[in-house]
């Protein structure tokens, strides 16, 4: 590792990463982080702490992640990270971190400590009721969920531009950008809350984001059927089509049959195979159901979309 005290940065060279790692102290009990990593080999690891040493800090996490998978997410701790996504951890959290070979990961990370929440967040008339409940709630020690707003990636091009194209940081601003940060976060906080409580148990939404994991891992099989994934994730066949449709918006079927069709619309692009070959290798009896499942996906036969 070596350090630029200047930008208040380390480098990294090893055989199992290469990248950057800023660092910015905004205030006594708050930090600001950005992560720039490639993962030269599969690497996880687990937090060990010492219990004669303090460990009272918060942190909440962008995380952004590129990677060779066929997949977006990947799933440990029978929880589903999202490749786009907000985690949140509380101090001394055992949670493993895993990290793929030929990724590349961008983490904006603010680490704040229990008398820094104690005083700024817990205190004050604009923080989200849900963020306070969460402070307290002893029994959640970790969240991730996705995001998709533009709200974040532009405060996440903020961040690089304060961070990368400056000599030194600039605290002022990153002081100001920490503070839409946590503004940010309480609201996305407050939707995927209400989401929550108002629609699926935090138990059923883990079950229904596993057969979703295990559809995307099977695009070139036959889809599986209800009674097979009821039976495999031990929920009633009713249950599963009702949570499945709230928490995706689309039944189940045809979810898995647009995401196999997006799939086939690659190959049938590629060109290098006949589409009696593309027909087969996605598990299609004939080429007539195949052509017929592509058309009603994309508004046209794959030959005529070759074509």
Not at 64 to 86: A, R
Not at 194 to 206: D, P, V
Not at 257 to 276: F, N, P, R, S, T
Request: hydrophobic share 35%.
């Amino acid at each position: 590792m070596k350090r630029d005290r200047e930008k208040q940065m380390l480098h990294a060279d090893t055989p199992f990463v290469k990248g950057e790692f800023y660092y910015v102290e905004l205030e006594e009990g708050l930090w600001i982080f950005l992560s720039d990593m490639f993962y030269k080999n599969n690497v996880s690891y687990k937090p060990v702490y010492d219990a004669f040493l303090p460990a009272d800090y918060y942190f909440i996490s962008i995380n952004n992640i590129e990677n060779k998978l066929n997949d977006n997410t990947y799933e440990i701790n029978n929880f589903k990270i999202e490749n786009n996504s907000i985690s949140f951890s509380k101090p001394a959290s055992d949670f493993i971190n895993c990290h793929f070979k030929n990724s590349t990961e961008n983490m904006y990370i603010l680490y704040f400590s229990e008398d820094w929440a104690n005083k700024n967040i817990l205190k004050s008339s604009t923080t989200s009721t849900a963020f306070k409940n969460l402070l307290k709630d002893n029994k959640k020690q970790f969240l991730n969920y996705s995001y998709n707003s533009k709200d974040f990636k532009t405060l996440i091009s903020r961040l690089i531009s304060s961070f990368k194209d400056a000599g030194r940081p600039d605290i002022f601003e990153l002081k100001k950008l920490s503070y839409e940060y946590f503004s940010l976060f309480f609201h996305s906080l407050e939707k995927e809350e209400n989401y929550n409580s108002n629609e699926l148990t935090h138990k059923n939404r883990i079950i229904i984001q596993k057969i979703e994991h295990y559809l995307m891992n099977n695009l070139y099989a036959k889809f599986p059927g209800i009674d097979f994934l009821s039976k495999k994730y031990k929920i009633s066949p009713t249950r599963l089509k009702q949570n499945f449709k709230l928490l995706f918006g689309t039944p189940i079927f045809k979810y898995f049959q647009k995401h196999k069709m997006e799939l086939a619309l690659l190959y049938v692009k590629k060109g290098d195979l006949k589409i009696k070959d593309i027909s087969a290798k996605l598990g299609y009896e004939n080429v007539s159901k195949f052509s017929k499942a592509f058309e009603s996906c994309h508004n046209m036969l794959p030959s005529e979309f070759r074509k």
